[in-house]
């Protein structure tokens, strides 16, 4: 079955622009077009201006008609508008990845399966590291060459730094933790044995989850090929969007 993703873009605070591309729409393909072909505030205007698409190929290409050519929805369907990355609502079910064009410039990659938001050149050059050293990945994935293993490793990531991080420096955090009784290096190893780990922490853990907004956004260093910060916001406090977040 074709993957199908939601390329979006920030134009104004609070108005992001959304829409569909049905097919291809995996790191691999349509994430790593974004960063060759559409990458540029140039590029991803005329990207935008195509409307929603069946595929995404090289800038141009929509008028060869060729196999790996952009072809537009038909009818045409223009891109949907609403005012919060937590508001776009596709026009197509089982969306499986999530690309947005930040007001800082640059695409980030955004899993439902989860709440991480990451930037897109991390994702592709990370996938392509793993890809060659699976010896870094836990066994059952290293012969695993999709991007599974690369997604799996970010709920890994984020669940560490939920459980041993944040406690550190949030006393409300650490104070729910040890009211519910959690046993926090049981959790945290049980989870990380599990495929989709933040997920499965969502559904069994939802007042522990749910105590921050939806959303963790992971930021790398100068190079774009190490995450060095993850930013997170309570529910409590009042609500920006991610690209506000310091």
């Not at 937590?86 to 197509?92: A, S, V």
């Not at 040890?178 to 939802?206: G, H, R, T, W």
Request: proline share 6%; net charge negative; hydrophobic share 30%.
């Amino acid at each position: 079955m074709s993957t199908h993703c939601v390329i979006a873009r920030r134009l104004a605070k609070n108005v992001i622009q959304y829409g569909c591309i049905i097919c291809d729409g995996d790191l691999d393909a349509v994430g790593l077009r974004l960063i060759r072909w559409y990458n540029t505030p140039k590029r991803v205007e005329y990207l935008f201006s195509l409307g929603q698409l069946e595929s995404l190929g090289v800038p141009g290409s929509e008028n060869s008609g060729g196999i790996m050519a952009t072809r537009k929805i038909n009818p045409p369907c223009q891109h949907k508008i609403c005012e919060s990355e937590n508001e776009m609502r596709p026009d197509i079910d089982f969306i499986d990845y999530y690309y947005i064009y930040e007001s800082d410039g640059k695409w980030y990659y955004d899993n439902p399966d989860s709440v991480c938001k990451v930037p897109l050149l991390y994702s592709l050059y990370r996938l392509e590291r793993l890809r060659n050293h699976p010896e870094e990945l836990p066994k059952k994935y290293q012969s695993d060459r999709s991007d599974f293993p690369f997604r799996q490793e970010n709920d890994r990531i984020l669940l560490k730094y939920v459980f041993y991080e944040i406690p550190k420096i949030d006393p409300e955090f650490k104070s729910l933790l040890e009211s519910k009784q959690i046993n926090v290096d049981d959790v945290y190893k049980q989870l990380c044995e599990m495929d989709f780990p933040i997920a499965k922490m969502n559904n069994d853990l939802k007042q522990i989850f749910r105590y921050f907004y939806p959303h963790f956004v992971f930021k790398t260093d100068s190079d774009g090929d190490r995450i060095v910060k993850i930013l997170h916001r309570k529910v409590s406090e009042p609500r920006l969007e991610t690209i506000e977040w310091e």
